[in-house]
Structures are given as structure tokens and as C-alpha cells.
DNA sequence: GCATGCGGTACACAATGGGA
DNA sequence: TCCCATTGTGTACCGCATGC
């Protein structure tokens, strides 16, 4: 409904008005165009409403029937598209009696519309009074000069002040994808808006088609301050978590124990898992594809495990903002991205894994909503390996009675700590008194489940072991120690996640600061692949290969494999580059001395932004890399290089980008 | 919480090119 | 050569993601 129309210049006065313009359109009735004058320079929502007020007041002063409006306008992020427009939306339209209210905006780039004719109309106007003497000095007189003429346009004057009494919404939530919005619903609650990336009007707007979001402009956001000189607070906030979380946990009750044909869909787990600490931030999980599984191996016969195999949570180190960011607080990293991963226990060959994004944000359709979040991990990782005779060892997340007498009826053992508060867990794990290196067992078919007093009472479940002891590794000063065969096994097997990131440590990818969390957790997965490949590599061969010398070795692999296919530009500042070949010199240029002017060996090609650079962007201009990042200036072009597809400024950018090192 | 970088849009003005 | 429409460029600003 509402287009503006910029500021103007009249009889030789350099004094500018504002004139926002717009056509309303009521049923039964003609159009009507409007038009209001004013004196402020303002531009921003506060000002659009301020506009907008006496014009609402005329109509429904006109029409006191009117009780649901739609406004129409072009998406400026500075004018109509953005936050504080949106919080005015709500606000005004409920103040004006408004019991339905939408306000679409135009796709870019779509053309002159109603509003940009009433603009054009009023300049004429004012240019014709002009020419013939009048002279308009600023807006009160432009205001005089469009009273007086012959217009149907409606007229509205709107002073500085009526601007500035409009209020001025301050530190409100933005919206997410503003950009992407093309409609905004008002809502009973003045504070809450609707919002879709379609317009829609089939129940005058108030209708659930294209899947309208919600967003509550009362609401905040959780967040937690990672200053370094605030950790007293932080560590008051993370306890505060922690202990919500503990009131708010509910312990279920196992639908049916007693059964003999136990199957997963009829167990639940305790939920246990007090040591996390999920932050909540600005990104909402919506936008997160959670799909971050690799099974590449599932039907593969890439690697074939040993016996042993083992499960355990690994923190890439992740400090920036992300909605399923994790506090471990007993892992180094302590905060970042959370990965459950399933190894081989002796060499620590990762061969699958997922990214844990939350509870309700990692769901599987192949288990049972009721499973708690642990169970369904292992069983995610597991499930390709059932009834394959696999050893399975996990911590005391992880463990619990059921779960181990589950994946024994499908031929996979399981061994591991377990907290004494799992669901059937005898009581005497936790009560029984015993002395250091003593231990307690409990026998239910073909569970075990022990109590070994160590320095701190170690509650363990296995189903193979029995009561059977071993004699520890040794060590230094040490007298030889016996101990149950089950913890010596644990110990042994636990540390193949453990063994994989102590070789991972020296060669760490992800260490150099990375913008975008996906690329992180890409260097690092690319790194788990190079272990990967030398385990293989090892296994294939039957000989033992440093990790560093594999490293270099598959370096110069890479380089003698794949040089041929690098631009000249890199080989040349390649130290490594061995077969340098210089074609760009044709056999005629050489006999005349001359540099040849045919570039066959170049791939950098300055090329407009085409529709394929501008994949998911809506303008075909950039700003420049070189002017940005040398200069320090926002400079916009329309070149990009081919090859390298960066944006540049044809000059003297696009030279001196593959040219200086 | 703040700073920074990037993408996106609007707007004003300059440059360009075709037709009379 | 002039006029006018189109295209290109610079600037300002906002939203969002990320890092510290």
C-alpha cells in the first residue's frame, strides 16, 4: 500500500520534504490515493508509522466497519523489512482495532506499482506549479501548493514531532531469516507475529498454508557468557543447569521386567545424563540439517573390525555460537561440538559416528520415541553390527541392564561401567561394604553385574565375564595385582576412541580458526580419514608405519598424482612442483623472442556474475576480496575469476589478487 | 555483549548507448 | 548533438553468523 518516494529538490531550495505515498483499496468502493507531506528525513519504521497513523485514522474514520487490513509495500531491510516494522505491525494494528492484519512485501526487482504513480503524480504537480512561478520551499508550502490543486489524491501533513512521538522499539528480538520473509500475520497477542516466506490470503490471511513460524517478540534468549574473567558466574550458571535439570528429571518405570522376551520397544531407560549441559542459543535447530550421519560403512566391506569394538563421546573444540553446542566439563575441549562415535578398540579405526544435536533433534524412526537419548545413540551406531559376535565396551552413559541383555540376544556382548541409579541395578552395588580390591557380583542369566572397590566404589556389567580374576599390567614399584578379568578387559578395550584422538593430537587440522563450524567438523573428519587410511593401509600390508612419515608420504602421493591438474599460478609458488611444464610459450614466439599473447596453460578468467555464480544470492554483484582484505574498502563488482571464483575488481584487483603471493 | 565480516537491498548519481 | 532509457557504481544501512 505504502511507497516512498525519496526526497526532491525545489526552485533552487536545496531544503528536502518526504513524501510517502500509497493506494488503499476498500470493498465496493473506488481507490482512493494518498499521499502524506513531511518535513523529517526519517525513513526508518518509526517514521513509516508516523506517516501511516493519520492516514489509518482517515479510514477508519471513513469506514468504521473496517476491521482487518493488508499492507502491500516493496522489502527495504532499512524501511519495511526488518524487526522494528514487524514489532510496529503488532503493536499499531491492535491499537487501531484491527482484528485481522497482514503486510506483504514485494520480490525484488518487481517493478513500479501503484504507489510509485502517486509519487510521479504529486512530483508533476509540484513541477508544473513551479514552472509556473511558484516556489515551494519546503514541505509545508509543497503541502499548500497539493491542497490547492485539482487532485483526488488525499493529502496528509505530518510534522517532526508526530514522528518522534511514535515509539521507538528498542533491543527486540530480530526475526530469523528476515530475508527471507514475504508476508507477516498479526496475532491476538500484540507481541507475537506469524511470518512465512509465502503470502498467503485464503482466510484473509489468518490461514496455516506454507507453514507460518511464530516468533514472540517477549521472549529472549538463553545465553551464557564464556568470558574468561566472568568464570565464577559461569560456573554459578552451569550449576544452576545442572540442578534444573536434576529436579525437572524423570525416572520411568520399566513397563515390563519381568518378561523373558525382552524387546526395546517395550523397555525405558532412566534419563541420566547430568553431565551435560546443552547451551541454547540464537539458532533455531530448524535451520540445522541434523542429518550429520556417516554410516558410509554400514553396507561397506572397507574394514573388517576386530572383536572389539567400543563407544565414547568425542568435543571438537567449538566456541562460537551453535544451538546444539555442548559442556562437557571433564573433557579438555569442554565446549563444542559433541560427536558419539564407534571405534575399534585396538587401533582406534573410527568406523562410524554421528553428531549429537540434542535430544529431540536427533530423532530415528527406527526406535522407539521412549528410549532415553543414550540408548538410542548406542543402538544407532550398533545397529549394522548386531548379530555379528562383536564385544561391546562403553562407559557408564551409555550402559544400562537392559540395553546389555538386549544386544546379548543379538549375539554382541557388552561390557562396561554402569551407574548404580540405571534401572535395575541391585541396590547392593552401591551399599554393600568392601574393602580396596574387594568385589561384589550379581548374577541374572547371562548379565553380570559388579561392584569393584577400587580408590571409589567402580560398578561394572558384562555379559561373558564371570568371577574370574587376572593379573593387572605390570608396573614399576608396583607389588603385582590381582584383579576381576572384567575391569582388566574394560581397561584394556575402553581406550580406542581414547588412542584415536592421542593420535590425532599432533596433526590437528581443525586447530587453525575456522568462521563456520561445518568447517571445522570437516578438517577434523578429513583428519580421522588420513587414520583411517594408515590403519588400512597397515592392515593391508602387515607392517607398521610412523603416522608422521604416512602423512608425508600421502602428501607426495597427492602431489605426483594430481600437479598436472593445478594452475601454473600455484605450482610455481609450489616448492614442491617437479613437472613444471610451460606451454604458454608457442614454438612462433620463441623464434621471434617475443612473449607469446596466447594464454593456453592460464584458468583464471575475469567473468560477469552469471546466474550460477549467484547460486542462492538475488544480486549479481560482490564486493571485492582484494579491496576488502589490502585496502580495507567495501568496493562492489561485478567480476569474479572462473577458476578461483572470487569476486574482483577487473583493476586493477583481478592482476594484483593472482599475482601477489 | 561487542566487534567484525559478509550478503543483501535501496537509493542517488554517473556513464553509456541508441535514436532522432 | 541532444534526449532519454538503461546500465553501472558508490554509499549507507541492516540482518545474520561468528569469534573473542
Redesign the pocket.
Known amino acids: 500500500m505504502a ?7 525545489f526552485a533552487g531550495s536545496r531544503q528536502q520534504i518526504t513524501l510517502h505515498t500509497g493506494v488503499a483499496y476498500v470493498k465496493n468502493e473506488k481507490p482512493i490515493s494518498f499521499c502524506s507531506v513531511s518535513p523529517s528525513l526519517k ?2 519504521p518509526q517514521a513509516i508509522w508516523g506517516h501511516l497513523e493519520p492516514v489509518i485514522f482517515f479510514f477508519k474514520e471513513k469506514y468504521p466497519a473496517i476491521n482487518c487490513v493488508h499492507f502491500y509495500s ?6 519495511y ?5 514487524f514489532w510496529l505491525f503488532g503493536e499499531k494494528t491492535k491499537e487501531d482495532g484491527f482484528v485481522q492484519a497482514t503486510w506483504s512485501f ?5 517493478g513500479k506499482g501503484a504507489a510509485d504513480g502517486v509519487g510521479g503524480a504529486i512530483k508533476r504537480i509540484l513541477d508544473s506549479r513551479v514552472s509556473y512561478g511558484e516556489d515551494i520551499v519546503d514541505a509545508k508550502s509543497a503541502f499548500d501548493v497539493l491542497s490547492k490543486a485539482d487532485t483526488t489524491i488525499k493529502l496528509f501533513y505530518v510534522t517532526e514531532d508526530s514522528i518522534k512521538k511514535v515509539e521507538n522499539p528498542q533491543n527486540i ?7 527471507k ?1 514475504h508476508q507477516i500475520i498479526a496475532t491476538d497477542d500484540k507481541r507475537v507475529i506469524k511470518y512465512r516466506s509465502l503470502s498467503c490470503f485464503c482466510a484473509r490471511g489468518a490461514c496455516e498454508c506454507f507453514s507460518p513460524k511464530v516468533h514472540n517478540f517477549k521472549q ?2 538463553i ?1 551464557v ?3 574468561k574473567s566472568d568464570s565464577r558466574t559461569k560456573k554459578k550458571k552451569i550449576k544452576k543447569e545442572i540442578n534444573s535439570s536434576k529436579r525437572a528429571r524423570k525416572i520411568y518405570k520399566e513397563s515390563d521386567t519381568t518378561s523373558e522376551d525382552t524387546d526395546t520397544s517395550e523397555i525405558q531407560y532412566a534419563d541420566t545424563d547430568d553431565d551435560y549441559t546443552s547451551f541454547d ?4 535447530t530448524g ?1 540445522i540439517e541434523t542429518e550429520i550421519v556417516y554410516e558410509t560403512n554400514r553396507n561397506s566391506k572397507v574394514k573388517v573390525l576386530s572383536e572389539e569394538i567400543c563407544i565414547d563421546e568425542s568435543l571438537t573444540l ?5 544451538s546444539f553446542k555442548q559442556y562437557i566439563k571433564n573433557k579438555a575441549a569442554r565446549l563444542g561440538i559433541k560427536t558419539l562415535e564407534l571405534c575399534e578398540s585396538a587401533t582406534g579405526y573410527m568406523w562410524s559416528f554421528f553428531v549429537y544435536t540434542g535430544k529431540e533433534n536427533t530423532p530415528d524412526p527406527r526406535f522407539p520415541s521412549s528410549l532415553n537419548m543414550s540408548t538410542k545413540s548406542v543402538l544407532k551406531l550398533i545397529w549394522p553390527l548386531l548379530d555379528k559376535g562383536y564385544t561391546l565396551f562403553m562407559d557408564n552413559w551409555f550402559n544400562c541392564p537392559l540395553l546389555a541383555r538386549f544386544l546379548k540376544k543379538r549375539r554382541t556382548d557388552c561390557v562396561g561401567t554402569l551407574r548404580p541409579n540405571r534401572q535395575n541395578v541391585p541396590s547392593l552395588v552401591s551399599l554393600c561394604k568392601l574393602q580396596a580390591g574387594q568385589f561384589l557380583a550379581c548374577h541374572s542369566g547371562d548379565v553380570v553385574i559388579m561392584a569393584y572397590q577400587d580408590k571409589k566404589r567402580v560398578p561394572l556389567i558384562s555379559t561373558y565375564h564371570g568371577t574370574e580374576q587376572g593379573l593387572a599390567p605390570f608396573k614399576p614399584h608396583m607389588p603385582p595385582q590381582w584383579k576381576p578379568q572384567l575391569v582388566l578387559d574394560y581397561n584394556k578395550n575402553m581406550g580406542g576412541i581414547d588412542r584415536k584422538d592421542q593420535m590425532l593430537e599432533p596433526y590437528l587440522l581443525e586447530r587453525k ?8 567438523l570437516f578438517k577434523r573428519l578429513l583428519n580421522v580419514t588420513i587414520l583411517n587410511s594408515r590403519i588400512h593401509f597397515e592392515k593391508s600390508c602387515n607392517e607398521r608405519q610412523l603416522h608422521l612419515s604416512f602423512r608425508l608420504q600421502l602428501v607426495q602421493d597427492i602431489i605426483d598424482k594430481h600437479l598436472d591438474q593445478v594452475p601454473r599460478y600455484h605450482r610455481e609458488i609450489n616448492p614442491c612442483s617437479r613437472h613444471i611444464r610451460d606451454t604458454s610459450v608457442s614454438r612462433a614466439d620463441r623464434d621471434s623472442g617475443l612473449p607469446s599473447r596466447r594464454l593456453t596453460d592460464s584458468v583464471h578468467w575475469p567473468v ?1 556474475f552469471s546466474a550460477s555464480h ?1 547460486a ?10 582484494w579491496c ?2 589490502r585496502n ?8 569474479v575469476c572462473e577458476y578461483c571464483e572470487v ?1 574482483l ?2 583493476e586493477p584487483c583481478f592482476k594484483l589478487y593472482h599475482t601477489i603471493h
Open positions: 511507497k516512498e518516494v525519496q526526497s526532491m529538490h525513513h526508518d516493496d522489502g527495504p531491510t532499512t524501511q523489512r526488518q524487526k522494528k516494522n514485494f520480490e525484488a526487482s518487481h528480538q530480530p526475526v530469523p531469516n528476515t530475508m520473509i529472549k534468549p545465553k557468557s564464556c568470558k542459543d540464537e539458532m533455531t535451520e567449538w566456541k562460537g555460537k551453535l580458526r575456522c568462521v563456520k563450524w561445518n568447517m571445522k560477469r549467484a542462492g544470492h538475488r544480486t549479481l554483484r560482490r564486493k571485492c576480496i576488502l582484505k580495507h574498502v567495501s568496493k562492489l563488482t561485478t567480476f569476486a575488481c577487473l
